[in-house]
């Protein structure tokens, strides 16, 4: 028996007894009465939680649909309020003139009307970045062709001397083989390098990453460079079992850089010092060199796409500029910086600074 609003909510069970029945009453009013209550403040709970969260949609929807709000209510104003055929005219007029030929052209943001000082601004704005990506665009397939156009001319020029003298002369014969091979690796590399910075360019290159202990990949590196180039020094002072959250193939490359740059444009009889260290929650890889060092106007260039600080210097050591461009790429694409510190003729220092895992 029960009575929802009552005093009592009574359990009746009903049991065999000496030959009849007997009856056993518990009375569950308190319990009842107490979850009652409970489901109640439970209800009224969840449907503030209900008028809340529909509150705080509204709110996220308003914030996200506020500027075509803006949006339309400038289009409506410039709809209703008065305003001159010759703005639109020279708007329109402008707009038609711009092509790939006519980036330069800009729009006159001399208006009465807020809106289409506002809009004009807006657009060259557009054009001021459209134009710069183009000329920089202009510029990497003109640097491209430059450094694919020497390779080929050195192996077209080996080619014919080949077929003049070089079938009945043997060291023609040797130093041509050898000048073709050395040019078209060139080639090789430099293409791969395009295509590596291309897949960057266009976000389609994908990092596997994995905890790497970075000591044991740094001293891979060095072995490696050090069977390839065994007669330079290369001096490692590194904390043991560092690791961070990386790309290994990247991330080796990014330091086989380095390290082939220090090599590259320092003595043969000095060293290359690689330094491996962890300040708080990042690791820092330091590569130093006793080389020709970089003037400070050079500094902000030095991993512009192509540049290279010295042409005379380029000749005799070689490289495409396109390295220290794919380094900073893979050390930024981990969440990373690059820091140079150099000096004319004293050396130069390179520090990758990686977050540690």
Same mark, same amino acid.
């Given at each position: ?46 449907? #503030? ?44 007029? /402008? ?23 506002? &809009? ?5 704005? =557009? ?24 390779? !080929? ?19 023609? &014969? ?8 050395? $040019? ?10 395009? #295509? ?23 001293? $891979? ?5 050090? =069977? ?15 690791? !961070? ?11 086989? !850089? ?5 090599? /590259? ?7 290359? /010092?690689?330094? &491996?260290? /962890? ?79």
């Amino acid at each position: 028996m029960y009575n929802w609003w009552g005093s009592s909510v009574i359990y009746r069970v009903w049991m065999p007894y000496e030959g009849g029945y007997a009856s056993y009453d518990y009375d569950f009013s308190e319990t009842f009465m107490l979850s009652m209550k409970f489901f109640i403040a439970l209800f009224v709970l969840e449907l #503030l939680l209900l008028f809340g969260g529909i509150g705080s949609a509204i709110r996220v929807t308003r914030s996200a649909l506020k500027p075509l709000a803006e949006l339309t209510e400038t289009a409506q104003n410039i709809n209703k309020r008065p305003h001159s055929d010759a703005e639109l005219r020279d708007l329109a007029g /402008k707009l038609d003139l711009i092509d790939a030929g006519r980036l330069e052209t800009r729009i006159s943001v001399e208006s009465q009307q807020k809106e289409f000082s506002g &809009l004009a601004e807006a657009i060259n704005g =557009m054009l001021d970045r459209i134009n710069e990506s183009y000329n920089s665009q202009m510029r990497f397939v003109s640097d491209a062709s430059h450094e694919l156009r020497t390779p !080929i001319a050195v192996i077209q020029g080996y080619a014919n001397l080949l077929d003049r003298w070089g079938k009945n002369d043997e060291k023609v &014969l040797q130093e041509s083989i050898d000048t073709i091979k050395s $040019e078209s690796q060139n080639m090789k590399d430099l293409i791969e390098r395009l #295509l590596f910075l291309a897949r960057g360019d266009s976000d389609s290159m994908r990092l596997s990453k994995e905890t790497l202990n970075i000591s044991a990949l740094i001293r $891979e590196v060095i072995r490696e460079t050090e =069977m390839i180039a065994s007669s330079r020094v290369i001096s490692l002072t590194a904390e043991e079992e560092l690791h !961070i959250d990386g790309d290994a193939q990247l991330i080796k490359q990014a330091i086989r !850089i380095l390290i082939d740059n220090s090599m /590259k444009y320092s003595p043969e009889e000095e060293s290359v /010092k690689v330094t &491996l260290t /962890k300040e708080s929650n990042k690791v820092k890889i330091a590569v130093t060199d006793n080389g020709i060092g970089i003037v400070p106007e050079d500094l902000p260039y030095i991993f512009d796409r192509f540049f290279r600080a010295d042409d005379s210097r380029t000749r005799t050591t070689g490289g495409s500029g396109l390295g220290l461009s794919i380094a900073k790429w893979i050390i930024e694409r981990h969440g990373g910086s690059v820091e140079v510190v150099s000096r004319k003729d004293i050396g130069t220092r390179i520090t990758y600074t990686l977050y540690s895992s």
